[in-house]
C-alpha cells in the first residue's frame, strides 16, 4: 500500500492529543515534505528518520513522501513523533505487514543509529491510549514511567528494529513494569524529633497536616521555621494511587525538573527572587510552574515579604480553584495545582519586633511597610498564622523530647481518614455547603464564633476558615461534633488578619 496511517500523541500540558500521522507515497522527485503545523524540531525528524532507517539496515524508499500530522491546527513540538513516521514510511512502502499500527500508538525521538531515544510526557501518553484501547510502544527508558498507567499494555522498545521485528511478530516486546513509587522511603524524610521545644508550633503543623490546611509562622530569626515546615511531608499521609498519578503526569511534562519518586509528596520551596511564571509556570508552549510541581504535595515560601507582591498576588486563585489556567498565543494548558501552603515570615525587617529577648530597631513605619507586602486577601486565604518564639535558656542544650515523625503521622493519618470516611476529602477542601453539613453549631457555640468574627474583625472567608480548621481539631479529638475548645483553638490561629495586628 502507498498510504500508512500510525497513532501517536502529542503534548499539550497534562493532557496527550490524539496526532494520527499520515505517510503517502507517490511517483515523482525523491523528497520528504511534511504538514500539519510541525515545528523545528519536528521538521528536522526527516533527516533522524532517513538515517535510523538506513542504519538499521531497512529501505529508505526514493520515492516523493508527504507526512501528514493531523489535526493540522494542533502544534506538534519536540522528536516524540520519529518513530511513528519512520514506521509510517515502512508501513506505505510494504516493508511492515498491513493492519499492523491499528491496534497500538507509538512515541519516540530516534537517534540517526535507530536506537530510541526518550520524550517528555510519557505518563499522559500512556494513559490517554488506555482510555482508546490501544498499546504503547515507547522508548525502553521511558517504559518504566508509562507503566505507572496500569490500565495500558506498554511495551518497551530499545530501537527501531526490535520494534519492527514485534510488529512482524518475530520477536515480542517486552512488557513494561513500573518501577516508580513502590513506596515512602521514611528513612529518607526530616524527622520532628529533630527540633527541639516549639510545642505550639509542633502542634500546629500537626494540625495543618491532619485537615491540609495553609500556614504562617513568623518570630523571630534562627527560631526554626524553615526546620518545622522541611518536616511536614514526614507527617503527611502517604500519596494515593490517583495522587501519585497526578504528580508522575505533572513531573513527566515539565522538562528539567528534578527527578520525584512519585511516592512522597512533593515539597518545593522556590527562592524569594523567582518571578510569577516560576511560581505558576508559563512560557510560548506552557510549562508547569512551582505550584503544580508542589501538587498533592508542600510549597513552601521562605521568607515570604521578600518575595515581589505581584508575584505573591498570582497565588490567590490557584489557592481557591486548585488549578491554574496558562493562556498563551499559540497555547493553552490547565495544570492542577492543589498544593499545602506553608509560610515563613520574621515580624519586622531586623525580625525582633514583640521578642523580649530581642531589641527591635524598626520603625513603626518600616514594620508597617514590612507586612503590607502581604496583602489581606492573600493573608486571608492562609489557615492558619502561628508564632515561633526563641527558644528559652536551656532548651537548646537539652535533649529533644518531642515526639518522632511516625507518631504524629499516625494520628494525622488517621484524622485525615475520618474526613474521607464523612465527606470523601481533607477539610480544607470542603466548600460552603458542606461546612453548614459538617460543621454545624450549637445556638452558644455560633454566638461565640459570631462574636469573635465581628470583635476581631474578621472576613467571611476567613470565618469559614475557622470552621474548617476547628473541624479538623474535632476530627483529631475523634469528636463528632465542633466543641468551644475547638472553636477557641481554631480562633487563636487567626492573628496577623485582626483589627491591630500583633
Request: proline residues 7%; aromatic residues 2%.
Given at each position: 500500500?502507498?498510504?500508512?496511517?500510525?497513532?501517536?500523541?502529542?503534548?499539550?500540558?497534562?493532557?496527550?492529543?490524539?496526532?494520527?500521522?499520515?505517510?503517502?507515497?507517490?511517483?515523482?522527485?525523491?523528497?520528504?515534505?511534511?504538514?500539519?503545523?510541525?515545528?523545528?524540531?519536528?521538521?528536522?525528524?526527516?533527516?533522524?528518520?532517513?538515517?535510523?532507517?538506513?542504519?538499521?539496515?531497512?529501505?529508505?524508499?526514493?520515492?516523493?513522501?508527504?507526512?501528514?500530522?493531523?489535526?493540522?491546527?494542533?502544534?506538534?513540538?519536540?522528536?516524540?513523533?520519529?518513530?511513528?513516521?519512520?514506521?509510517?514510511?515502512?508501513?506505505?512502502?510494504?516493508?511492515?505487514?498491513?493492519?499492523?499500527?491499528?491496534?497500538?500508538?507509538?512515541?519516540?525521538?530516534?537517534?540517526?543509529?535507530?536506537?530510541?531515544?526518550?520524550?517528555?510526557?510519557?505518563?499522559?501518553?500512556?494513559?490517554?491510549?488506555?482510555?482508546?484501547?490501544?498499546?504503547?510502544?515507547?522508548?525502553?527508558?521511558?517504559?518504566?514511567?508509562?507503566?505507572?498507567?496500569?490500565?495500558?499494555?506498554?511495551?518497551?522498545?530499545?530501537?527501531?528494529?526490535?520494534?519492527?521485528?514485534?510488529?512482524?511478530?518475530?520477536?515480542?516486546?517486552?512488557?513494561?513494569?513500573?518501577?516508580?513509587?513502590?513506596?515512602?522511603?521514611?528513612?529518607?524524610?526530616?524527622?520532628?524529633?529533630?527540633?527541639?521545644?516549639?510545642?505550639?508550633?509542633?502542634?500546629?503543623?500537626?494540625?495543618?497536616?491532619?485537615?491540609?490546611?495553609?500556614?504562617?509562622?513568623?518570630?523571630?530569626?534562627?527560631?526554626?521555621?524553615?526546620?518545622?515546615?522541611?518536616?511536614?511531608?514526614?507527617?503527611?499521609?502517604?500519596?494515593?494511587?490517583?495522587?501519585?498519578?497526578?504528580?508522575?503526569?505533572?513531573?513527566?511534562?515539565?522538562?528539567?525538573?528534578?527527578?520525584?519518586?512519585?511516592?512522597?509528596?512533593?515539597?518545593?520551596?522556590?527562592?524569594?527572587?523567582?518571578?510569577?511564571?516560576?511560581?505558576?509556570?508559563?512560557?510560548?508552549?506552557?510549562?508547569?510552574?512551582?505550584?503544580?510541581?508542589?501538587?498533592?504535595?508542600?510549597?513552601?515560601?521562605?521568607?515570604?515579604?521578600?518575595?515581589?507582591?505581584?508575584?505573591?498576588?498570582?497565588?490567590?486563585?490557584?489557592?481557591?480553584?486548585?488549578?491554574?489556567?496558562?493562556?498563551?498565543?499559540?497555547?493553552?494548558?490547565?495544570?492542577?495545582?492543589?498544593?499545602?501552603?506553608?509560610?515563613?515570615?520574621?515580624?519586622?525587617?531586623?525580625?525582633?519586633?514583640?521578642?523580649?529577648?530581642?531589641?527591635?530597631?524598626?520603625?513603626?513605619?518600616?514594620?508597617?511597610?514590612?507586612?503590607?507586602?502581604?496583602?489581606?486577601?492573600?493573608?486571608?486565604?492562609?489557615d492558619m498564622h502561628v508564632p515561633v518564639r526563641l527558644l528559652k535558656r536551656g532548651e537548646l542544650q537539652g535533649k529533644a523530647a518531642g515526639e518522632a515523625s511516625?507518631?504524629?503521622?499516625?494520628?494525622?493519618?488517621?484524622?485525615?481518614?475520618?474526613?474521607?470516611?464523612?465527606?470523601?476529602?481533607?477539610?480544607?477542601?470542603?466548600?460552603?455547603?458542606?461546612?453548614?453539613?459538617?460543621?454545624?453549631?450549637?445556638?452558644?457555640?455560633?454566638?461565640?464564633?459570631?462574636?469573635?468574627?465581628?470583635?476581631?474583625?474578621?472576613?467571611?472567608?476567613?470565618?469559614?476558615?475557622?470552621?474548617?480548621?476547628?473541624?479538623?481539631?474535632?476530627?483529631?479529638?475523634?469528636s463528632p461534633t465542633l466543641d468551644t475548645v475547638h472553636i477557641n483553638e481554631a480562633l487563636g490561629y487567626r492573628t496577623l488578619d485582626r483589627r491591630g495586628r500583633?
Amino acid at each position: 500500500m502507498s498510504l500508512a496511517i500510525v497513532y501517536s500523541r502529542a503534548k499539550l500540558g497534562v493532557q496527550a492529543p490524539l496526532v494520527t500521522v499520515e505517510v503517502h507515497l507517490s511517483n515523482g522527485l525523491p523528497a520528504l515534505n511534511m504538514v500539519g503545523l510541525p515545528e523545528t524540531a519536528v521538521k528536522e525528524s526527516k533527516d533522524r528518520v532517513r538515517s535510523a532507517i538506513l542504519n538499521s539496515h531497512l529501505e529508505f524508499p526514493a520515492r516523493r513522501i508527504t507526512v501528514n500530522l493531523a489535526p493540522a491546527d494542533l502544534p506538534k513540538e519536540g522528536g516524540r513523533f520519529d518513530l511513528p513516521i519512520a514506521l509510517g514510511i515502512l508501513a506505505a512502502s510494504g516493508q511492515l505487514p498491513e493492519n499492523c499500527l491499528k491496534d497500538a500508538e507509538f512515541m519516540g525521538e530516534l537517534a540517526l543509529s535507530g536506537q530510541l531515544r526518550p520524550v517528555t510526557a510519557a505518563l499522559p501518553a500512556a494513559l490517554a491510549a488506555g482510555d482508546a484501547k490501544r498499546s504503547l510502544i515507547i522508548s525502553a527508558d521511558n517504559a518504566d514511567e508509562a507503566a505507572l498507567c496500569d490500565t495500558t499494555e506498554v511495551l518497551a522498545a530499545k530501537n527501531l528494529l526490535s520494534v519492527c521485528a514485534h510488529l512482524h511478530k518475530r520477536e515480542r516486546l517486552p512488557l513494561a513494569e513500573p518501577s516508580l513509587g513502590a513506596g515512602m522511603d521514611t528513612a529518607t524524610l526530616l524527622d520532628l524529633m529533630d527540633v527541639k521545644g516549639q510545642a505550639q508550633a509542633k502542634r500546629a503543623l500537626e494540625v495543618a497536616a491532619s485537615g491540609g490546611h495553609n500556614l504562617l509562622m513568623y518570630g523571630p530569626p534562627g527560631t526554626g521555621k524553615t526546620m518545622l515546615a522541611s518536616r511536614l511531608p514526614g507527617i503527611l499521609p502517604p500519596l494515593s494511587s490517583r495522587e501519585k498519578l497526578e504528580v508522575a503526569a505533572l513531573y513527566s511534562v515539565a522538562p528539567g525538573a528534578p527527578t520525584h519518586t512519585h511516592a512522597e509528596r512533593p515539597f518545593r520551596a522556590p527562592h524569594h527572587t523567582a518571578s510569577a511564571i516560576a511560581l505558576i509556570g508559563g512560557g510560548s508552549h506552557p510549562k508547569p510552574g512551582e505550584i503544580s510541581l508542589a501538587h498533592s504535595g508542600v510549597l513552601f515560601l521562605d521568607e515570604l515579604p521578600e518575595f515581589h507582591r505581584h508575584v505573591l498576588e498570582v497565588l490567590r486563585e490557584p489557592l481557591e480553584s486548585g488549578e491554574v489556567n496558562i493562556s498563551r498565543a499559540r497555547a493553552q494548558a490547565t495544570y492542577p495545582a492543589r498544593f499545602q501552603l506553608v509560610a515563613a515570615m520574621n515580624p519586622c525587617p531586623c525580625g525582633y519586633h514583640g521578642s523580649p529577648e530581642g531589641e527591635c530597631t524598626c520603625t513603626p513605619d518600616q514594620i508597617r511597610r514590612y507586612r503590607d507586602k502581604i496583602s489581606g486577601p492573600l493573608l486571608d486565604r492562609i489557615d492558619m498564622h502561628v508564632p515561633v518564639r526563641l527558644l528559652k535558656r536551656g532548651e537548646l542544650q537539652g535533649k529533644a523530647a518531642g515526639e518522632a515523625s511516625a507518631a504524629v503521622r499516625a494520628r494525622v493519618v488517621n484524622a485525615r481518614q475520618r474526613q474521607l470516611d464523612r465527606q470523601g476529602k481533607a477539610n480544607h477542601q470542603l466548600t460552603v455547603p458542606e461546612l453548614e453539613r459538617h460543621c454545624a453549631l450549637s445556638s452558644a457555640n455560633r454566638t461565640l464564633l459570631e462574636d469573635a468574627i465581628e470583635t476581631l474583625g474578621l472576613s467571611s472567608r476567613a470565618y469559614h476558615r475557622v470552621l474548617k480548621v476547628a473541624r479538623t481539631l474535632a476530627d483529631m479529638a475523634d469528636s463528632p461534633t465542633l466543641d468551644t475548645v475547638h472553636i477557641n483553638e481554631a480562633l487563636g490561629y487567626r492573628t496577623l488578619d485582626r483589627r491591630g495586628r500583633t
